[in-house]
T-cell receptor, first 118, second 114 residues
Framework: AQSVTQLDSHVSVSEGTPVLLRCNYSSSYSPSLFWYVQHPNKGLQLLLK??????LVKGINGFEAEFKKSETSFHLTKPSAHMSDAAEYFCVVSDLKGEGTSYDKVIFGPGTSLSVIP | EAQVTQNPRYLITVTGKKLTVTCSQNMNHEYMSWYRQDPGLGLRQIYYSMNVEVTDKGDVPEGYKVSRKEKRNFPLILESPSPNQTSLYFC?????????????FGAGSRLTVL
């Protein structure tokens, strides 16, 4: 069964410093992995996704994540934080069970709240 | 514009008064799903649908009903709301398989049950 752990419920960084949001997952098959962002009073928006192509995935707004199978991790990084990055971030995992399965359960992590200090 | 539209965005109601939250998408997505978001718990799936007249329970279906009579619409029904259903609700849709495709989310519906 799949599961997702986001290791920090809250992260605070200064503007212009690097961002690291940690995500570990468990999966029985070949996982798809996503990061979604939720700005205050908004719906969720895709940041990036991994689906077994390149292990380093680039997303919007300068974010990227690296899939490390040996560590079962998919940490989200950004070299330099901006005030507009303050939001809730969700790591999401889904198993691709192969042909014949048209639905794959999508599991959300509990979220990490990112604060950016001026 | 491709979007998922939820209504109402905000609602305060009382225990036992039936309510419906509507969800509509204009992207011809097969898959639609309802989630509730509570502090510290992330998003938990209530119900999902893979196509018209095909619905199934998610992780927290108790107290909710859904229907999928048209491909674009997936309403969430609370027959007899209780205070523990006070939450932020999101509708989402995607092409199948849901696990490999990006979910498009509505803006959310904040429900308070007194």
């Amino acid at each position: 069964a799949q599961s997702v752990t986001q290791l920090d419920s809250h992260v605070s960084v200064s503007e212009g410093t690097p961002v690291l949001l940690r995500c570990n997952y468990s999966s029985s098959y070949s996982p798809s992995l996503f990061w979604y962002v939720q700005h205050p009073n908004k719906g969720l928006q895709l940041l990036l996704k991994y689906t077994s192509a390149a292990t380093l995935v680039k997303g919007i707004n300068g974010f990227e994540a690296e899939f490390k199978k040996s560590e079962t991790s998919f940490h989200l990084t950004k070299p330099s934080a901006h005030m507009s990055d303050a939001a809730e971030y969700f790591c999401v995992v889904s198993d691709l069970k192969g042909e014949g399965t048209s639905y794959d359960k999508v599991i959300f992590g509990p979220g990490t709240s990112l604060s950016v200090i001026p | 514009e491709a979007q998922v539209t939820q209504n109402p965005r905000y609602l305060i109601t009382v225990t036992g008064k039936k309510l419906t939250v509507t969800c509509s998408q204009n992207m011809n997505h097969e898959y639609m799903s309802w989630y509730r978001q509570d502090p510290g718990l992330g998003l938990r799936q209530i119900y999902y649908s893979m196509n018209v007249e095909v619905t199934d329970k998610g992780d927290v279906p108790e107290g909710y009903k859904v229907s999928r009579k048209e491909k674009r619409n997936f309403p969430l029904i609370l027959e007899s709301p209780s205070p523990n259903q006070t939450s932020l609700y999101f509708c989402a849709s995607s092409f199948l398989p849901a696990g490999a495709n990006v979910l498009t989310f509505g803006a959310g519906s904040r429900l308070t049950v007194l």
